[in-house]
């Protein structure tokens, strides 16, 4: 019933499911991302008159080169996924030696680019994205080996190493669907954002129902952020017939428990999560 409405309304708007929940501004955001993701301009990069630079040029922007760049961000992937608690000295050494191995490599291939591309380098984005990773990664095992020689608590060399991750993100450079799954995401940012703030409405007008009937006598209705984070999971319809039971158990109200609870699952999890789904 819920996606022959929103079909209804698609067709009266003249657009798509995303449209019906955009105010006239936001809508006129969505069209100009659509727009933007509809044309794609072409930039032209003249190959290098000299031979030096012609040759790096051939290699930034040959396929055989992107992949072995793809390799390079998955080995280091797995390579990350073998980090443990309690690891022996050796398996750490050895990751330390295959980050810093990994990072020249990255590095080389900017200096790679860089030298066949010039100054239209920068001009990419994806490009700038590239080049920022590697310079924080850089900057990582710099700060990594100062802060070792010095006493300071390991916490914060954990927290270094976080900018490894980011090496992670390039995989969105190389793949195409993730790229396009991205950019469907940011269209639908403002349709979101929308059902979002209404899912809070409900969870909010819930909670504050909640905490009158039952917050004497169930801990997790006690206080309203207790009771929103509560209602947020059963968003989810994770565990409701548990709690549930508990508020039956209680004695106090156990039919506007059962109504109370059943209707919320069905206005959040039945309706409006997937309105989430028609949106995405």
């Known amino acids: 019933v819920i996606i022959d409405n929103f079909n209804m309304l698609k067709k009266k708007y003249e657009g798509g499911i995303v449209e019906v929940f955009l105010t006239d501004s936001q809508r006129a955001y969505y069209t100009a991302m659509l727009k933007l993701a509809r044309k794609k301009p072409q930039r032209i990069v003249t190959r290098p008159t000299n031979p030096y630079p012609r040759v790096f040029y051939d290699v930034a922007i040959s396929r055989r080169f992107e992949m072995l760049v793809f ?34 490599l990255f590095c080389v291939e900017a200096l790679i680019k860089i030298a066949g591309l010039r100054h239209h380098y920068f001009t990419f984005p994806w490009n700038i994205f590239d080049l920022t990773v590697i310079l924080m990664s850089c900057g990582g095992i710099i700060f990594e080996e100062a802060l070792r020689s010095l006493v300071i608590s390991p916490t914060l060399l954990r927290v270094i190493r976080l900018v490894r991750i980011g090496r992670v993100l390039r995989l969105i450079k190389a793949a195409k669907g993730i790229r396009k799954l991205l950019f469907a995401l940011v269209i639908s940012l403002p349709a979101l954002f929308n059902i979002g703030a209404l899912l809070f409405l409900v969870t909010f007008v819930y909670a504050i129902v909640g905490m009158q009937l039952f917050g004497a006598h169930h801990g997790d209705f006690s206080t309203l952020a207790r009771s929103v984070v509560l209602l947020f999971r059963l968003a989810t319809s994770a565990g409701w017939n548990d709690v549930l039971d508990a508020l039956v158990a209680t004695n106090v109200h156990p039919t506007l428990a059962v109504v109370y609870l059943v209707t919320y699952i069905v206005v959040t999890f039945m309706v409006i999560i997937n309105m989430y789904i028609a949106v995405i």
């Not at 280091?76 to 050494?93: D, L």
């Open 71 to 104: 390799v390079l961000i998955v080995l280091n992937m797995v390579a990350m996924t073998v980090e443990h608690y309690q690891q022996p000295e050796e398996v750490t050494q050895v990751l330390d030696a295959l980050n810093v191995g990994f990072t020249a």
